[in-house]
């Protein structure tokens, strides 16, 4: 019961509820450099999701002879770079 109260408050300020304020420290900052390796423009990760989707792509075609299982290539391959530099890796 008394969760209510405190919970309406929170939604009319939640500025309160979050007390981030300026002097917080990122806890995830230490894993930037492995994630960018891992998930990285150059990294490993990136290329084999797109050979899948090539060999797929291919196979999906062939099997179909449906033009649209081959532009899933370029598809998937705009949206990574897209998505790679919207995120910053």
């Known amino acids: 019961r008394a969760v ?3 919970a309406v408050l929170m939604m009319f300020f939640p500025q ?3 007390a981030a304020g300026s002097s ?3 806890l995830m900052a ?3 450099t492995t994630v960018k390796a891992t998930f990285g423009k150059d990294s490993s ?3 084999w999701v797109v050979l899948a989707e090539v060999l797929v792509g291919a196979v999906m075609y062939m099997m ?3 033009v649209k299982f081959l532009a899933g290539f370029a ?3 705009v949206f990574i770079a897209v ?3 919207v995120v910053g890796l």
């Open 4 to 6: 209510i109260p405190a």
């Open 16 to 18: 309160l509820a979050m």
């Open 24 to 26: 917080g420290q990122d």
């Open 30 to 32: 230490s894993g930037n």
């Open 45 to 47: 990760v990136v290329k």
């Open 64 to 66: 179909t002879k449906n």
């Open 75 to 77: 598809i998937i391959s």
């Open 83 to 85: 998505g790679m530099a």
